[in-house]
């Protein structure tokens, strides 16, 4: 097993949607993310916090296992997003997106995560994503995520860490922002072209697309849930497990590992959109990620 190292958002989100309301609860990237992949993997985290941030939401990661050396307490408040969902639960509508202590970040890698070997950039500024790459002595295997808000505002840093990662994990409507693509199947190869070797869109309830340089196109649905409570960090689950198995797997992958990769960002996202913020998250366990493993199989199979 290898471990991972994510730089990404810590934050309170609040949030609206049609099942209720969650004000300042728990979200950001990399919360999501170190939640799923410490599922499989031991995972070290990068980011920074206000003095806001509770010592609750901090144990949390560590009853995990995650190492949060690199988290770095700043004087000020915590990132803060807000966002709602109407009618499409695929697509959250950003109200409001406040930086905070983020706007001043330069993070510094703490000695021993240098040597990490998975690194994931998660949904952060693509200046800092590229400052953490800067500080990883040799990684195997390189992922990024991004959203619409950098897409907008830092296309040409994000086109720079683009051009660095072997992977990239970003959602349908990114995919065709990014492009310029009317679809997710028109938008993959041209991703690609930026840079990275495999991409995976996220759409949602409809599941998620595989492509490779190598071998095109691998397409599964979404494991089917009756009642999406909250979808947020859904995307960033699915590049937590998604990591977090590929890193047990601890070598550069084949695309069957990331075929497998992606089932298991698949299964344990289906949690996460159970509840509000991290709540149905914090609650799986491996052995809960393996039943749904199970239905899931029965979900795909063809004979
Ligand atoms: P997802 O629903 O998986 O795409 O991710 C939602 C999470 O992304 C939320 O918990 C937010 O805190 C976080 N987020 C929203 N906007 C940004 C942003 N501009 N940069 C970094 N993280 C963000």
């Not at 907008?152 to 720079?160: A, E, F, G, Y």
Request: proline fraction near 5%; include cysteine.
């Amino acid at each position: 097993m290898s471990e991972i190292l994510v730089v990404g958002s810590l934050a309170y989100d609040s949030i609206k949607t049609p099942s209720g309301s969650a004000p300042r609860a728990l979200g950001g990237s990399a919360n999501y993310f170190s939640l799923a992949a410490s599922l499989f993997s031991k995972v070290r985290v990068v980011g920074v916090v206000g003095d806001d941030y509770s010592s609750t939401d901090r144990e949390l990661l560590q009853k995990r296992g995650v190492d949060l050396s690199g988290m770095i307490v700043q004087p000020g408040k915590t990132f803060h997003w807000e966002g709602a969902y109407e009618g499409d639960m695929n697509e959250a509508i950003t109200l409001k997106t406040e930086l905070n202590v983020f706007e001043t970040f330069d993070p510094v890698l703490p000695a021993h995560y240098k040597d990490s070997k998975f690194v994931f950039l998660a949904n952060i500024s693509p200046d800092l994503q590229g400052k953490v790459l800067d500080q990883c002595e040799k990684p195997l295997l390189v992922g990024m995520d991004t959203m619409n808000f950098w897409i907008s505002s830092k296309l040409d840093d994000l086109k720079k860490t683009l051009k660095r990662v072997d992977i990239a994990l970003i959602n349908e409507g990114e995919a065709m922002m990014l492009t310029g693509a009317g679809n997710a199947i028109e938008a993959a190869p041209r991703v690609c072209e930026l840079g990275p070797k495999a991409l995976v869109i996220k759409r949602g309830e409809y599941g998620f697309v595989l492509y490779t340089k190598d071998e095109g196109f691998f397409i599964l649905p979404a494991f089917p849930i009756t009642k999406v409570i909250d979808p947020t960090g859904a995307g960033d689950t699915f590049a937590g497990a998604f990591f977090g198995y590929l890193a047990s797997l601890g070598r550069a992958p084949t695309t069957a590992d990331l075929k497998q990769a992606c089932v298991r960002g698949t299964v344990v996202a289906s949690f996460t959109i159970q509840d509000f913020s991290v709540k149905a998250l914090a609650d799986v366990t491996p052995a809960k990620v393996e039943d749904r493993y199970k239905s899931y199989r029965q979900v795909v199979h063809l004979a």
